[in-house]
C-alpha cells in the first residue's frame, strides 16, 4: 500500500554497490528500516544529503506488512536546518541524540507523542542560539516519560538516592551498584522536571554535565534491551567548558 508519512533519519549505511539502507523514526509507523538505491549522479530524485542524521522528511514509500526493509518511493525534506549542520556544536549535538535515538526508539511502533517530542525538541535546538547545554541530558531523560520508565518524581525527597534499577527515588541506599547518590539524584529530579524552555535556569560545569550524561545512559541500558555504549559520548564529553 503506498502511503505519506513524516520522518526523521537516526542512521544510514552503505548496502553493496549502489544501495543504501536508512533507519528512520516515523510518524505513523514508528520506526521503520528502508532500502534504497542512490543515484552515482545528481540528477535523481534520491541524494545522500536527505539521509544525514536527524533530518526531516515528508517521504512515501509502498508499505507491506510484516516488517522488513520497505522501499521508499519519494523523498522531500520537510524542516530545513538554520543552523545544526553549520554550527560544530549543536551538530556533535545531534549526532549524539541520532545514536541515542537509533537504540532508544528501537522496536517502537506507531506513537504520534513520542515522534512529536522528538520533532519539537530537535526544531527547539535548531533555533537556539545560546543555552543549550543541558538540552541532551533534558533531551533523554523525557524521552523515558514516552517509551514507559519515567520516574515517578512525587517520590522524591530530599536527600533520596536514585535507584537505577527500579527508576524510583529511595531512602535507603539499595544493595546494588547501580545507584545515583543524593547530591546527583537531586540534579536528575531537577532536570526531569525541566522543559527545554526553562533548562538554562540549571548551571552545571561540564564534569557534573558528563557525570549526569552517563547515569542517564546506565538507566536506558538497564531498561532497554540490548542498548550499547554509545561511541558519540566521548565527543560530546568535550563540549561546553563551563
Avoid at 539524584?185 to 526553562?198: D, P, Q
Avoid at 546506565?218 to 532497554?224: F, I, P, Q
Amino acid at each position: 500500500m503506498l502511503t505519506k508519512t513524516r520522518a526523521i533519519v537516526l542512521h544510514s549505511m552503505k548496502y553493496g554497490e549502489d544501495k543504501t539502507i536508512v533507519e528512520m523514526l516515523t510518524a505513523d509507523f514508528g520506526r521503520v528500516s528502508f532500502v534504497c538505491r542512490l543515484p552515482k549522479t545528481q540528477k535523481g530524485k534520491l541524494k545522500k544529503q536527505l539521509f544525514q542524521p536527524l533530518t526531516m522528511l515528508s517521504i512515501e514509500f509502498d508499505h507491506r506488512q510484516g516488517g522488513g526493509l520497505q522501499r521508499l518511493r519519494d523523498v522531500q525534506m520537510s524542516q530545513p536546518f538554520t543552523s545544526i549542520p553549520f554550527d560544530p556544536v549543536k551538530l556533535s549535538i545531534s549526532l549524539f541524540v541520532a545514536e541515542f535515538l537509533l537504540y532508544a526508539t528501537r522496536g517502537e511502533q506507531q506513537n504520534e507523542a513520542l515522534f512529536q517530542y522528538v520533532e519539537n525538541g530537535i526544531l527547539w535546538l535548531d533555533g537556539q542560539s545560546r543555552s543549550f547545554a543541558n538540552f541532551h541530558l533534558v533531551f533523554m531523560m523525557r524521552l523515558s516519560r514516552f517509551i514507559g520508565f519515567f520516574p515517578n518524581l512525587d517520590d522524591y525527597h530530599d536527600g533520596d538516592c536514585f535507584d537505577l534499577r527500579n527508576g524510583t527515588f529511595v531512602a535507603v541506599r539499595p544493595s546494588h551498584a547501580d545507584v545515583v547518590e543524593p547530591a546527583e539524584a537531586e540534579r536528575i529530579n531537577t532536570l526531569m522536571r525541566m522543559g527545554f524552555e526553562s533548562m538554562h535556569l540549571f548551571q552545571m560545569n561540564r564534569h557534573e554535565r558528563n557525570r549526569i550524561a552517563e547515569f542517564i545512559l546506565t538507566y536506558y541500558r538497564l531498561h532497554v534491551p540490548n542498548f550499547p555504549e554509545l561511541k558519540s559520548i566521548e565527543i560530546l564529553k568535550e563540549l561546553f567548558e563551563f
